[in-house]
């Protein structure tokens, strides 16, 4: 398990569909060894702190394996690391992998995985195209974030040491599958509904569709 790119960026303002946006989704390797933060890494920032950022979404992971079935998806896109608005491009680990609540350590920093990402319309911007969120969530390639335990440094090639798994073992892959499927496990969504390392909106949300 590596980390085989690091990715930062400041909000900008592009022009979308005729209206100013502010975004911090446009992302560029670097080659020097950062800091990670509580709420993000040295360089980096989100746009929108309403629903971006934050101690439960500090830092976005996306797996390098999917880059080869994004190039399948969108031939005529160039897909440089960073494209998807990740913090770390990572091998060795996908959302089926990765349980909520999982902890790792990388560098010097302490991790714990929180929850899929759900992209907003953002994610369209950066690939100049309005229908990616739907092709995002539909292929269930989402990513993860990970909460800072213990701020410390990363750099490229470091490797991604799992320290502890959750003992509920419910992957990152099956909170995404619970939130876009009509149909879903009663026992998984009420387990999901007490999961204490999702964070409390997805625990309320799951908490609703159970009771339902």
């Known amino acids: 398990m590596k980390l085989i790119s690091v990715n930062v960026g400041l909000p900008r303002e592009v022009n979308w569909k005729g209206r100013t946006v502010s975004t911090g989704i446009f992302k560029q390797p670097i080659s020097d060894r950062v800091m990670v933060r509580s709420l993000n890494l040295d360089g980096d920032g989100q746009a929108d702190l309403t629903v971006h950022g934050g101690l439960d979404k500090a830092v976005y992971v996306y797996p390098f394996e999917h880059y080869d079935y994004w190039r399948g998806e969108l031939p005529q896109t160039e897909l440089p690391l960073g494209i998807f608005g990740e ?34 319309y953002k994610l369209g911007i950066r690939f100049g ?3 990616m969120v739907k092709r995002f969530m539909a292929s269930g390639r989402t990513g993860f974030y990970f909460r800072v335990l213990q701020e410390g440094e990363v750099g490229v090639g470091d490797t991604l040491e799992l320290v502890s798994r959750d003992e509920n073992e419910i992957a990152v892959a099956d909170i995404t599958q619970l939130y876009t499927h009509d149909r879903a496990d009663p026992a998984l969504l009420d387990r999901a509904a007490r999961l204490v390392a999702l964070p409390e909106s997805w625990r309320d949300y799951f908490h609703q569709q159970s009771h339902r």
């Open 87 to 120: 913090n770390f491009t990572t091998t060795g680990l996908t959302e089926a992998d990765v349980n909520i609540g999982d902890r790792f350590r990388i560098g010097t920093v302490k991790l714990m995985v929180t929850q899929p990402r759900l992209p907003c």
């Open 129 to 131: 195209r309005p229908d």
